[in-house]
């Protein structure tokens, strides 16, 4: 069991790097060629970065304790990625009506 909670992490990890990277990348090039969709691409990268973290602080609290339970933090970060969802989706109705 404990080499899949390594696997985890170490995937939970690579994720948010990756996600923050191609968010950085996709926004740039959103923002450089005025394209809407690869800006919201890169938008939904950054929340998927927040629900990676939430995910990885999980993956941390399982290996130093086995209660199941849901912490503070991460129910603070699924309500995040919800409304940040939600507001993605809100913000590029705005912005393809404008266009």
């Given at each position: ?16 790097f990756?996600?923050i990277?191609?968010?950085?990348i996709s ?8 394209t ?15 629900s ?9 609290r ?14 603070t ?15 590029l ?7």
């Amino acid at each position: 069991m404990n080499q899949l909670i390594e696997k985890a992490q170490f995937l939970a990890i690579v994720t948010i790097f990756y996600n923050i990277a191609e968010g950085i990348i996709s926004i740039f090039f959103g923002l450089q060629d005025e394209t809407l969709a690869l800006f919201g691409f890169g938008v939904d990268s950054f929340v998927e970065v927040i629900s990676g973290i939430g995910i990885l602080h999980m993956i941390i609290r399982m290996k130093l304790s086995k209660v199941e339970k849901r912490d503070g933090f991460e129910r603070t970060a699924l309500k995040i990625t919800g409304y940040s969802f939600f507001i993605l989706a809100g913000g590029l109705i705005l912005g393809s009506a404008y266009n």
